[in-house]
């Protein structure tokens, strides 16, 4: 599998994550599969969510409530929640424990490094269908035409 | 019974794709075994190794969240529709820091500790790692910060303003007779020194206040709870929760204490069960109702003992329930508790998410206490020795308050046998009431009042203020 996003979207992630910084940010990537994804997954927009964990800077959760009113609101749009996007501050793009034992199958996990409140590199990852392990997928940034 | 579960987008490749799947089971817990048993991909993502649900995955019957139910025990009815949603969870890992390393002389101080296997090497260089933070330095700060300091948790703060009086140390044994009216702070790191050298103490030598709260407890692992009153209880139960800590907790009146763990993340808070405070002046404070010495010690060393537990990892805390402890019966109790949902703290829909003004929540400085007029002591010894006969003095204190010391020539009335003694005094007399310091005399001279006596005033600073200026040789408490 793999994910396309357009350069500002990626762009837009990095301003949510410096801005958010030191603490994560967090929200969804709204678009389109192929299907159940064999044929990569789209980001067309973002969903910047509310970070329910307020305790801890170094955690992030999005509710089942907002993820039900977000999900039904996509779908009278004709899309689907492809994957979600979080910021690792101070930290390389690459899944915690955490993030690997709290995955679901099939979504992108797109996360950002904050490097002192400054973007730096982003990767995508999904989780193996057997737990617990995640993948990198190529993530593909499409330019502006 | 025949129900529809949808199946999220990221799980339908373990139902061949199907976006709904139609189960018969009465309960949700049999639909979902149900389903489980249908297709055992989704076992490892839905359920832990002990069969229940992981935490980020959330049913919803119809529109309700089984949580709100009877969880999965909830009954199901023909028709309804059963949803996963799934929490989005994760972040970076936390900054493992290196635990530090024990010298051979912590290792032989700390022996029977590392004999322990719950304890160990690794257990103690937890408690060395560990930073406490200890609300008061009096009746249960003592025990608590002497026993965290013997066990060798590496940084004790404490924060307190008072200084050591003799009235504290039938109980509070971190002080001494040669610390008497020095800062308690200071009395107490020297303690503290003495027994663990070890051991960093941080003072703060301020009223913790709405103000100063989070940026003293942010710094801290654990706080421990060891105040006297109302508004600071609240004040530390509610940074905790915002910030996210463990708030051990403990409280003592006359024979009896409480202790509990209050760790929102994992159980409820003081919130959940008490989510308003008494009326103020109800539950009187050890000051006036007094308490026996060796209470705080008991209730402190099970703070002290939860506040290991929590940092070593080992047995089960106290979150989640309240001990309670009856010194003259000598029998524990132990009480349940539930996290509220409707907590307006750590409940589902929180509606503080900020300090608040704790004197105000708790009703302090909100109504006036009744203010009658006042004689001060050198006036009422004059007026004692010119009238004698026509003036009254009564004793609102209790009887073995009245043994410790009293003021010749007053009649014994304890406050609460007051309005049915009235019949006793005569309705033209001029009387004077007094009680210790100057407060239940005050509530006597309301309720003389309201009986239609007039010519009523109260010992300003009461028997402490005689004793201090009239009766130099008349014992204070």
Known sequence: ?145 | MSVTVTIPTPLRGFTGGADAVELAGGTVGEVIDGLLAAHGGLKRHLVQDDGRLRNFVNLYLNDTDIRHLASTETPVREGDVLTIVPSIAGGRPAVETELPKLSHAEVLRYSRHLLLPEVGVEGQRKLKAARVLTIGAGGLGSPLSLYLAAAGVGTIGIVDFDVVDLTNLQRQIVHGTSTLGKSKLESAKARLIDLNPNLKVESHEVRLSAENALEIIREYDIVVDGTDNFPTRYLVNDACVLLGKPNVYGSIFRFEGQASVFYAKEGPCYRCLYSEPPPPGLVPSCAEGGVLGVLPGIIGSIQALETIKLIIGAGDTLIGRLVLFDALKLKFRELRLRKDPECPLCGEHPTIHELIDYEAFCGIGAAPAYQGPEIVAEQLKDELSEKNDELILIDVREPHEWEIAHIGGARLIPLGQLPDRIPELDGHAEIVTYCHKGSRSMKALEILRGAGHSRVRSLAGGIDAWAARIEPGMARY
């Open chain 1, 1 to 145: 599998m793999s994910l396309r996003l357009p350069g500002t979207l990626l762009a837009e992630i990095g301003r949510h994550g410096s801005a958010a910084y030191p603490a994560e940010c967090c929200g969804a990537l709204v678009g389109r599969s192929g299907g159940n994804g064999a044929g990569g997954k789209e980001a067309v927009r973002l969903w910047p969510a509310v970070n329910r964990r307020t305790d801890d800077p170094h955690r992030y959760l999005i509710a089942p409530d907002d993820l039900r009113r977000l999900e039904r609101e996509v779908r009278a749009e004709g899309l689907e929640i492809v994957g979600y996007y979080h910021s690792h501050p101070d930290h390389p793009a690459v899944p915690s424990a955490y993030d690997t034992a709290h995955a679901w199958p099939w979504y992108s996990y797109l996360i950002v490094r904050i490097e002192q409140g400054q973007p730096r590199e982003a990767a995508s990852y999904t989780l193996d269908p057997d737990r617990p392990l995640m993948h990198s997928e190529p993530l593909e940034v499409l330019s502006e035409v």
